[in-house]
């Protein structure tokens, strides 16, 4: 089966850096993506990775090893409003996007 | 950017009755549109992919007599409820992805708060 993995929920605090793993397993892959889901609220995109490496934008930045099935999102100089849920989502063979459950990021002061 | 407007926002209905969601891609067009829907603190759940001008593609487990899907345009798809049920009150999110390729993100609607009573 298909299957993507992310904590459940972590903790941080504000102005530190926090790194929110995925891991995945799927029938190919073409793409990883990363969103930001604010409570009641719809996703918005964060990021899109197919290549290994590091893409960096702004605080954010998106990790891929697609030889691990691995993927971390970074979050720099954390801000009370990057409190949300994360989510990673896998484009596999078929181009179907695969979502985990979410990461829920609690920002302390 | 690629906006998606869903409407209505929120919407409460009696157990029996019907409810049509909107989505619209204001500035570009779009040959397929998704919906999810999501419980609290769940994953979205992709439930069916909406195509311009052919029938919808139902994911297993969802019933195609109950939610019915039209995309009748290359910026509109409706998803309608019918005969909702308290189960049914969920979060319903419709997405669109640009005709700029498959690897483009997606572009989600604001969502759709379904309760039923």
């Known amino acids: 089966g298909q299957n993507i993995d992310q904590p459940t929920e972590m903790t941080a605090t504000e102005g530190a850096i926090v790194q929110i793993n995925c891991t995945y397993q799927?029938?190919?892959?073409?793409?990883l993506f990363w969103y930001q889901q604010h409570a009641g609220e719809a996703p918005t995109f964060l990021s899109y990775n197919v290549l290994d490496g590091l893409e960096e934008k702004g605080r954010f930045s998106s990790f891929l090893s697609r030889s691990k099935g691995y993927s971390y999102l970074l979050l720099k100089e954390l801000q009370m409003k990057d409190s949300a849920s994360y989510l990673c989502a896998v484009k596999d063979s078929n181009y179907q996007l695969i979502w985990g459950a979410g990461t829920k990021l609690i920002i302390k002061p | 950017g690629a906006v998606v407007s869903q409407h209505p926002s929120w919407v409460i209905c009696k157990s029996g009755t019907s409810v049509k969601i909107e989505c619209r891609s204001l500035?570009?067009?779009?040959?397929?549109m998704f919906w999810y829907r999501q419980f609290p603190k769940q994953s979205l759940m992709l439930m069916a992919t909406s195509n311009e001008g052919s029938k919808a593609t139902y994911e297993q487990g969802v019933e195609k007599d109950k939610f019915l899907i039209n995309h009748a345009s290359l910026t509109l798809s409706t998803l309608t409820v019918t005969s909702a049920h308290p189960e049914d009150s969920s979060f319903y999110i419709c997405?669109?992805?640009?005709?700029?390729?498959?690897?483009?993100?997606?572009?989600f609607g604001n969502g759709t708060r379904l309760t039923v009573t």
């Open positions: 500035d570009f067009q779009a040959t397929t």
């Open positions: 997405s669109a992805r640009d005709l700029a390729g498959d690897n483009s993100p997606l572009h």
């Open positions: 799927t029938s190919g892959f073409n793409g």
